[in-house]
Antibody, heavy 120, light 113 residues
Framework: QVQLHQWGAALLKPSETLSLTCAVY????????WSWIRQPPGKGLEWIGE???????NYNPSLKSRVTISIDRSNNQFSLNLKSVTAADTAVYYC??????????????WGQGTLVPVSS | DIVMTQSPDSLAVSLGERATINCKSS????????????LAWYQQQPGQPPKLLIY???TRESGVPDRFSGSGSGTDFTLTISSLQAEDVAVYYC?????????FGQGTKLEIQ
């Protein structure tokens, strides 16, 4: 049974960098595109970006200038960095895995979510 | 970006009755080479991550009760709950995975009438 466990810094101040890591347990790490998705409190879901085992990335153009997703193959982990945060970046951040390695697939495995408030 | 628009924003249905949620995409999410619609439905309960219900517009995820069904093609899709149960109270989202950036509908809040 594949599980995703995520962690990272909690409360941030404006202009700081958000950093989260997601570890993959119990399944294959290679072959998949691993995604980050966020959800502001009481609002909908926004896809941030994805990375595959080889380090190839795709980002949402709305965040591309501030986002970096990286991979640690030796530990089956991938990470999200979002720089220069503002209050608008306050959200629950999820890591997620698609159904298959084919890419362009629905997300069947999700991390538990991490609430990251941004406040001065 | 493909814009996903759900209707209604909220819905109240009596227990045992049918619930229907619609989703419209701003462009077709049907891939002609494999005749598949790149459309998924999720259920999200408070404090939980979304749970995948339906993918390829109409394929039920393993373990999802058969009262949940998906239909539609191209740009217009529907999630139907045939007989509403108390545990179905949640927010439902559609999502296109036809191309990046993957996008979600704004959500439909389903309540008991």
């Amino acid at each position: 049974q594949v599980q995703l466990h995520q962690w990272g810094a909690a409360l941030l101040k404006p202009s700081e960098t958000l950093s989260l890591t997601c570890a993959v347990y119990g399944g294959s790490f290679s072959g998949y595109y691993w995604s980050w998705i966020r959800q502001p409190p009481g609002k909908g879901l926004e896809w941030i970006g994805e990375i595959n085992h080889y380090g190839s990335t795709n980002y949402n153009p709305s965040l591309k200038s501030r986002v970096t997703i990286s991979i640690d193959r030796s530990n089956n982990q991938f990470s999200l960095n979002l720089k220069s945060v503002t209050a608008a970046d306050t959200a629950v951040y999820y890591c997620a895995r698609p159904l298959t390695v084919a890419g362009n697939d629905a997300f069947d495995i999700w991390g538990q979510g991490t609430l990251v408030p941004v406040s001065s | 970006d493909i814009v996903m628009t759900q209707s209604p924003d909220s819905l109240a249905v009596s227990l045992g009755e049918r619930a229907t949620i619609n989703c419209k995409s701003s462009q077709s999410v049907l891939y002609s080479s494999n005749n598949k619609n790149y459309l998924a439905w999720y259920q999200q309960q408070p404090g939980q991550p979304p749970k995948l219900l339906i993918y390829w517009a109409s394929t039920r995820e393993s373990g999802v009760p058969d009262r949940f069904s998906g239909s539609g093609s191209g740009t217009d899709f529907t999630l139907t709950i045939s007989s509403l149960q108390a545990e179905d109270v949640a927010v439902y989202y559609c999502q296109q995975y036809y191309n990046t950036p993957y996008t979600f509908g704004q959500g439909t809040k389903l309540e008991i009438q």
